[in-house]
């Protein structure tokens, strides 16, 4: 049976989360600070960590980061950040620790329940392949993209956006499956993030997944057509930095 720990402050939501996890097959423990959560990490090495990151004598972070320093050759176990707070600085802190993803308040039962069993099953797999390097090597690229917008929060796949496209003090998301979120930031706060993960910046005002280009137009420029059929426009500024990443791709026409 697959044993998780819950590192919470707070009693209700501790023990709301050690009720889900147990109704559905779960061996949980439970620590109601980051102290007591890293002692029992190292005694009771579970398969995974639900974490608060606000908590008094060792928020989150700085567990996971003891942690980091503590198990150098040993494989620190998948770690789920719980928080209400989507500033891109304070996610990105996390995952320059090897956060694994962030569960964020108000949470659902499902989402937190989906959210445990892809990290574990990632896992198993990684041990069953004897790929323990992978274990063991801190992420800094997280796997989804907050986005506040009008509807509240939305948690966006990478994988998911075709383009990211700047208007002033805003910028507007075109996902895959047609829709667009126009989002309350600037484009600036989620650069590093998407360059992060492979996204290239074409001009000033775009930003794009290489992975949707169909084609490259030529020009002083030059243009991307992509695979929702929109035209990209690039920069001559950004054409060479382009033209470096679309050698290395066999399935866009140039």
């Known amino acids: 049976m697959e044993q998780i720990l819950i590192v919470e402050d707070d ?43 606000d908590m008094p004598v060792l928020d989150g972070f700085e567990l996971l980061l003891a942690l980091n320093q503590r198990l150098k050759d040993t494989a620190v176990p998948p770690f789920l950040f719980l928080t209400a707070k989507v500033e891109p600085q304070f996610l990105r802190q996390g ?20 959210s445990v069993r892809l990290r574990l099953d990632k896992r198993s797999k990684l041990l069953k392949n004897g790929n323990l390097d992978a274990l063991n090597v801190s992420t800094s690229v997280f796997e989804k993209l907050a986005l506040p917008c009008d509807e509240g929060l939305i948690l966006i796949s990478f994988d998911e956006i075709i383009k990211c496209q700047a208007d002033r003090a805003y910028c507007t998301f075109h996902l895959a499956n047609g829709k667009s979120i ?8 989620f650069e590093q993030l998407l360059i992060a993960h492979k996204f290239v910046k074409v001009h000033k005002s775009t930003i794009v997944n290489i992975n949707y280009a169909k084609r490259y137009l030529r020009g002083k420029g030059g243009q991307l057509i992509m695979s929702d059929a929109s035209i990209v426009y690039v920069s001559v500024r950004r054409k060479e930095e382009l033209m470096q990443v679309l050698r290395q791709q066999t399935n866009i026409g140039i």
């Open 11 to 53: 009693k209700n939501i501790r023990e709301t989360l050690q009720e889900i996890f147990e109704l559905s097959g779960y061996r949980v423990s439970t620590a109601i600070n980051g102290k007591v959560g890293y002692d029992a990490i190292i005694e009771d090495c579970p398969d995974i960590v639900v974490c608060d990151v």
């Open 95 to 114: 995952m320059n620790l090897g956060a694994d993803d962030y569960i964020l308040k108000p949470f659902g039962h499902t989402d937190v329940l989906n």
């Open 182 to 189: 126009l989002v309350s930031k600037s484009m600036k706060e």
